[in-house]
Nanobody, 124 residues
Framework: QVQLVESGGRLVQAGGSLRLSCEAS????????MGWFRQAPGKEREFLAT????????NYADSVKGRFTVSRDNAKNTVYLQMNSLRPEDTAVYYC?????????????????WGQGTQVTVSS
């Protein structure tokens, strides 16, 4: 079992940057692929990025490719989401999630463990 806690969300101006963190507790963090998702009010949860257990493979949604970067530090049991060039439409609750799937996946149902989310608000 893995417990996930996100942090780093806040109010930021358009064009600004934020780095979200997701700290995991429990065993075998480095055996999980990790993903980032977000959900805006009235919208479905949206895949953003995923990273393999080793950190060597990543995948991004087209909407954030080139602006967001996912990384992990297995020694700290933490995964990060660096977000640059933020836009008002990036406003949402951001979630990290852990998956035991063998391949990187964008499908939220393949992620067994989820954090509680952190709010990111981008003002215009």
């Amino acid at each position: 079992q893995v417990q996930l806690v996100e942090s780093g969300g806040r109010l930021v101006q358009a064009g600004g940057s934020l780095r979200l963190s997701c700290e995991a507790s429990g065993r075998s963090f480095d055996s999980y692929a990790m993903g980032w998702f977000r959900q805006a009010p009235g919208k479905e949860r949206e895949f953003l990025a995923t990273i393999s257990w080793s950190g060597r493979s990543t995948n991004y949604a087209d909407s954030v490719k080139g602006r967001f970067t996912v990384s992990r530090d297995n020694a700290k049991n933490t995964v990060y989401l660096q977000m640059n060039s933020l836009r008002p439409e990036d406003t949402a609750v951001y979630y990290c999630a852990a998956s035991r799937a063998l391949a990187l996946t964008v499908v939220s149902s393949m992620y067994a463990y989820w954090g509680q989310g952190t709010q990111v608000t981008v003002s215009s």
